[in-house]
């Protein structure tokens, strides 16, 4: 179902590894994201982002909602942002990806296969 302004809500999800001995060093980035790294976020419709961690494997899980009409122009211009690409110099090096991703990817994008309200 489309909102006024024609956006469709789509789930997405997405997994990558995590390196042992950076879990404490990634948990702690992120219990101060930096405010330019939210507002870039926000500002490309994604909303009710979660990233979760399962240790002891060490997999990140992150999940939100896309509310846009154009995903792949969305998400360039976060690719695009000098202060995103300054916390990626911080978090890159703390994750490990998956061999399965999709070629150009750095998180491997999931499929929803099922969703209950």
């Not at 995590?18 to 490309?44: C, D, F, M, N, Q």
């Not at 909303?47 to 846009?68: A, C, D, M, S, V």
């Amino acid at each position: 179902m489309a909102d006024r302004r024609g956006d469709v809500m789509r789930r997405m999800a997405m997994m990558i590894g995590l390196r042992p001995e950076k879990v404490a060093e990634y948990k702690a980035l992120h219990t101060e994201v930096w405010p330019g790294v939210l507002a870039r976020i926000s500002a490309a419709n994604i909303r009710n982002y979660t990233i979760f961690l399962r240790e002891p494997e060490n997999i990140l899980f992150g999940k939100w909602e896309y509310h846009g009409q154009n995903y792949a122009a969305d998400m360039a211009a976060i690719a695009a942002d000098p202060v995103t690409q300054s916390w990626w110099k911080l978090t890159d090096p703390c994750q490990i990806p998956l061999e399965s991703r999709a070629a150009g990817d750095w998180w491997a994008m999931m499929e929803e296969v099922f969703h209950h309200y």
